[in-house]
């Protein structure tokens, strides 16, 4: 069955940095379309980057250079380095999977989350 664990959430000041990872299993991780979503208090859950088994990667206007999403594939791995951080991109992250193509904020699978939060 698909796993999907998220870490390296934290707190920090505005300006900074932070390093998301997901670890997968149960699946061919390097055939599935894989991306990291995020949910505010009070908003609607958003799609932050995507990234297709092809490497070809995709970001919201609003992270755009400032977010790169990669992965591992001989590690099962997903990350997102986060970088220049506002309070804006506070929220829960997650991490997530979907066998299909072209996917962006809607995935068939997804992680618990891990909680970001940027104080200005």
């Known amino acids: 069955q698909v796993q999907l664990v998220e870490s390296g959430g934290g707190a920090v000041q505005a300006g900074g940095s932070l390093r998301l990872a997901c670890a997968a299993s149960g699946y061919t991780f390097s055939s599935y379309c894989m991306g990291w979503l995020r949910q505010a208090p009070g908003k609607e859950r958003e799609g932050v980057a995507s990234i297709e088994r092809t490497g070809t990667t995709r970001y919201a206007n609003s992270v755009k250079g400032r977010f790169t999403i990669s992965k591992d594939n001989a590690k099962n791995t997903l990350y997102l380095q986060m970088n220049n951080l506002k309070p804006e991109d506070s929220g829960i992250y997650y991490c997530?999977?979907?066998?299909?193509?072209?996917?962006?904020?809607?995935?068939?699978?997804r992680g618990q989350g891990t909680q970001v939060s940027v104080s200005s």
């Open positions: 997530a999977a979907d066998p299909r193509t072209g996917r962006f904020t809607t995935f068939t699978y």
